[in-house]
């Protein structure tokens, strides 16, 4: 029988995770194995994922979201979602500047200019706990660049009333900057040919409160998955961590907010330039290749541009932008426009919890707190999970039972409070 636990007292919570397990009545040897049951070599005798898992091939065609954006983003290279809004930049050589997008019409909202930045490569964007990350770390022409960073500044630095503030400057005050090496590449760096190197990077994203970076491997086709063990001003060395065989070059990644999934996107530079996800879950920590890892098979060149952006906007779905891709062959000439597509990768995806996030502050019963509106039941179910995350100096306070159930978890963000009466 599985046991129920109901809270009745009164505390106050800065970060705590509770999960609730049903324990067998005698101890067991873990059984390793595949533990996905869409796989072709499931076990259901297996109780502990070894990351074993075979997938039959899949095909993907993410349909178009926005058919045109902005011509001033004919190089957009990063996706990002943000205060409920897309944001996006140009590749290398464009300006220091990120740019508020409307996701239905693909028009331009805001551009926001980084006082004392300069664009050399910039290739992904992310956002974590109120604060975007820019990525200057493009590697490709020699392998050799000695000015490796990311850019970290507040949200709150770019003014909310966009119609109001159409061009807005954040100053270099509000700016950090994070320098690092590859802890494995010889230093001085040694110069390759154009496209020849294991040290270029397109993928960036923030989990646990450090910097995951995937490579692009030019040389062998696969992704060296690195660590920066920090996410404030200062030096560091990025720190390799695992290496996947993808068969393709990753140009993009991202972290479902609420789940443990990460997304890989890329594509071959060879034939028709046919495009790829990988999809990671199930896995340890934050060592991403450790679990399941599922290869998609999207559309070629034609369809998806030169596809080097990705982001989530909820558990299993979100957006994908590619670059205009032009090219001239024989008496055709090839010219696809930058677009965004829509993804949701729920049917390809076992194990998604169902997820309540308190977002607001005050009340628990007050559904308006709750994302989407939707609070949680009483007593839900194995396999939900509840956050509370509240506003900035706001907290949650519970004032009716709440029972957690077996294979429930109730998770308080760092730094967040959360009040049980």
């Known amino acids: 029988m599985k046991s129920l636990h109901t809270y009745h007292f009164s505390f106050v919570f800065s970060a705590f995770v509770v999960t609730v397990m049903a324990l067998p009545q005698h101890a067991v040897s873990q ?45 957009t290279s990063g996706l990002q979602m943000a205060g409920n809004f897309l944001w996006s930049f140009n590749d290398g050589g464009g300006a220091a500047a990120i740019y508020r997008v409307d996701s239905i019409t693909g028009r331009i909202l805001q551009t926001v200019y980084l006082k004392g930045a300069s664009n050399v490569d910039w290739e992904d964007i992310a956002f974590y706990n109120g604060y975007f990350y820019i990525g200057d770390f493009g590697n490709n022409a020699t392998g050799a660049r000695t000015d490796l960073k990311i850019y970290r500044f507040p949200l709150s630095a770019i003014p909310a009333n966009f119609k109001n503030n159409p061009v807005v400057y954040v100053p270099a005050s509000k700016i950090s900057t994070i320098k690092f090496t590859y802890a494995n590449q010889p230093q001085p760096p ?23 970076l995937f490579t692009k491997n030019w040389v062998e086709q696969n992704t060296t998955h690195y660590v920066i063990k920090g996410i404030s001003a200062g030096t560091y060395k990025a720190q390799p961590v695992e290496t996947l065989a993808t068969g393709y070059l990753v140009t993009g990644a991202d972290k479902s907010p609420y789940q443990k999934l990460v997304v890989l996107l890329g594509y071959q530079v060879s034939g028709t330039g046919r495009h790829f996800m990988h999809l990671l879950y199930g896995y340890t920590g934050t060592r991403y290749f450790s679990g399941n890892k599922r290869k998609i098979d999207l ?19 979100g957006y994908i932008s590619n670059e205009r891709f032009e090219r001239t062959v024989g008496p055709i000439h090839l010219d696809v426009p930058p677009r965004v597509h829509y993804f949701n990768i729920t049917p390809y ?29 009483a007593t839900p179910g194995s396999n939900t999970q509840v956050i509370i995350d509240p506003l900035p100096g706001g907290q949650c306070i519970l004032h009716t039972p709440f029972t957690i159930a077996a294979g429930c978890e109730l998770l308080v963000k760092p730094g967040k409070h959360f009040v049980i009466h």
């Not at 499931?42 to 899949?58: E, L, Q």
């Not at 995806?349 to 609070?375: C, H, M, R």
Request: with cysteine; glycine share 8%; charged share 15%.
């Open 349 to 377: 995806v076992t194990g998604i919890k169902a997820t309540y996030v308190f977002t607001g502050n005050g009340d628990w019963e007050l559904a308006g707190n709750w994302v989407n509106s939707q609070p949680p039941v």
């Open 31 to 75: 059984v390793y194995g595949c533990t996905d049951s869409a796989a072709t070599n499931y076990n259901p005798a297996a109780t502990a994922n070894n990351g074993s898992c075979i997938y039959n091939a899949v095909e993907y065609i993410p349909p178009v979201k926005v058919d045109r954006l902005s011509d001033t983003l004919i190089e």
């Open 299 to 317: 559309p070629d060149v034609l369809t998806m541009g030169q596809a080097e952006g990705i982001c989530f906007n909820g558990d299993a779905y």
């Open 190 to 212: 040694q110069k390759s040919s154009p496209n020849n190197t294991q040290f270029d990077c397109e993928a960036m994203l923030i989990d646990s409160g450090r910097i995951h």
